[in-house]
């Protein structure tokens, strides 16, 4: 049977299919069953305890500002693709009820269905109908048993609508003999023009589909028209408005804010490139193990050729490679950056895996135990549970990240009753208790450019130093709060504030300000949070201060 057989057996989590005419065992469901439970699992582990990150904040607030009709880069700065907060504006209600918390089981569903969506490319990759249910259950566990996945596809970042729309776009690629190959091709080349922008890497992945098409132009009639129309109408929809009506702020966002993070000489971008390569193996290593033994084994096989040529594969493989590429070329390459493009990843490894009949018996009881115990040892799941070591004593965290940032939410509304506006650069607090920050403060941590003019940081929509310390002797709001990441960073280089401009922030502060509270151990690195009472302000009285729960 050639490779990628119409017949699509993967389900979602519990499939049935044929093998020899009978029915699957009751084995293998519940094996389904037991990825399942554990999945679901791991996933709600690091989703309650998993460390805050400054970009929830900074991205939830993003949402809400497109809620009430801004746009990214002509009203507010942000650093992604402009699909993202118009997405997560429809979940707005859901964090006002529930704040960050809200956020993270939205994007845990989105995570969860492009972890089912792999599981179902894994089978359209298979040769056959028994090949497909073994890559479905393996992919299933192999993208969803993942610690790295489960943090990363559950905490508020762009990776889970990226990876939804990524691996949707590459699952609905046609194959020449198939129907409607032309529908197939404009609607799989509009999602990949979607992923992008989510995340602008995902262009590799529309880049990879129009090369196949063309390459294959013969073969697939008029689809590679129709796949270069879904690029047009994507990008038409889903970027040119928004350049129109800011390209200054466009270009900033999208370009010159991630090339500006420079990392200090070859030396260190070298250092930075090896320490992505390691920490990417560390997290992903089953699927690489998997994949790379299968691929292997058919170059010695001599099979690589009918195998590797579908052109499916050559999407996802071109796909992956491509993504990565530009993953290791940025200046800051984060292995979390991979997170999207890990289940095409797994699913192209188990396809071929589970192209080897002698393999299939082994493949389900295998993948299985080895995800489950590649979960249960990542150090990844201690980080939750330990605050720091002291010594050869482990000091344990007393509640999860989650509680303390509610816990501060409550101690500014104390300070602040009915109040609506925060000044602070950590946004998941100003997100948490449903405040606004003041213009120019939209990127959090990352809002202060040393390097702009006045007028440059206008039109960007961020701050100088100067004009930071004029909004701090303004005093806008009547709290104020500030972590360690607070008053600190220079961007785009991420790089400390020099010591006189931070010594001109902290007098402006105090010149306005009071010292009120302090919260311990708060938010992402577990810094010191300040709570800032507006000179002038009188503090509730409610018989404790404010760091006190």
């Not at 746009?71 to 964090?95: H, M």
């Not at 950056?337 to 192209?355: E, G, H, K, R």
Request: hydrophobic share 50%.
């Amino acid at each position: 049977m050639p490779a990628g057989n119409s017949a699509d057996p993967s389900g979602l989590l519990i499939v049935q299919v044929r093998e020899g005419g009978v029915m699957a065992s009751l084995r293998e469901r519940g094996g389904w069953l037991a990825a399942g439970l554990a999945g679901v699992g791991l996933v709600f582990f690091h989703l309650l305890w998993g460390d805050l990150n400054q970009d929830e904040g900074w991205y939830l607030y993003a949402a809400n500002l497109v809620r009430k009709g801004f746009w990214p880069y002509r009203d507010f700065a942000f650093t992604q693709g402009p699909l993202w907060p118009f997405v997560y504006s429809l979940f707005v209600p859901v964090v006002d009820q529930w704040g960050v918390t809200g956020g993270r089981v939205v994007t845990a569903l989105l995570g969860g269905a492009a972890t089912l969506l792999s599981a179902r490319l894994a089978a359209r990759l298979s040769k056959d109908s028994s090949a497909a249910s073994a890559a479905a259950f393996a992919t299933f566990c192999l993208a969803l048993l993942n610690p790295v996945q489960a943090y990363f596809m559950s905490v508020v970042k762009t990776y889970a609508l990226c990876g939804l729309l990524l691996t949707g776009g590459v699952a609905v690629f046609p194959r020449p003999v198939e129907p409607r190959r032309a529908f197939r091709a404009f609607a799989a080349l509009f999602f990949l023009t979607a992923a992008a922008a989510v995340r602008l890497s995902a262009v590799a992945a529309v880049g990879a589909a129009l090369a196949v098409l063309f390459w294959k132009r013969r073969e697939y009639g008029g689809a590679f028209r129709a796949g270069c129309l879904g690029v047009a109408v994507g990008a038409g929809a889903l970027f040119i408005p928004f350049y129109l009506a800011a390209p200054e702020g466009f270009r900033f966002g999208l370009f010159a804010y991630h090339a500006g993070r420079v990392t200090g000489g070859v030396g260190a971008s070298l250092l930075l490139k090896a320490g992505f390569a390691s920490r990417v193996v560390q997290s992903f290593y089953l699927v690489l193990l998997l994949g790379g033994s299968a691929w292997w084994v058919l170059r010695k096989e001599a099979r690589r050729g009918e195998e590797a040529l579908d052109p499916c594969r050559m999407v996802v493989g071109l796909s992956v490679a491509g993504m990565t590429v530009i993953h290791a070329m940025a200046p800051f390459p984060y292995d979390d950056y991979q997170v999207p493009v890990f289940p095409l990843a797994a699913a192209l490894a188990a396809a071929l895996a589970a192209s080897f009949a002698s393999w299939r018996a082994y493949l389900r009881p295998i993948v299985l135990a080895a995800a489950l115990l590649a979960a249960i040892s990542s150090p990844l799941n201690q980080e939750w549970m330990v605050r720091e070591r002291d010594r050869i004593w482990w000091r344990m965290k007393d509640r999860p990240p989650l509680a303390v940032l509610r816990e501060a939410a409550r101690a500014v509304e104390r300070l602040d009753p009915g109040g609506t506006m925060l000044l602070t650069q950590d946004l998941y607090l100003a997100v948490e208790s449903r405040r606004t920050v003041p213009a120019g403060l939209e990127l959090g941590p990352f809002c202060i450019f040393p390097g702009l003019k006045e007028s440059e940081a206008a039109v960007r929509r961020v701050l100088t130093p100067a004009g930071l310390e004029r909004l701090l002797r303004e005093g806008p709001a009547p709290v104020a709060a500030f972590s360690g990441y607070g008053l600190a960073i220079a961007a785009p280089e991420i790089a400390e504030l020099s010591s006189e401009d931070r010594r001109k922030l902290e007098e402006a502060l105090r010149s306005r300000y009071r010292l009120a509270g302090e919260i311990p151990r708060f938010g992402q690195a577990g810094t010191a949070l300040t709570l800032w009472l507006r000179l002038g302000e009188q503090e509730p009285s409610y018989g404790r201060r404010p760091d006190e729960d």
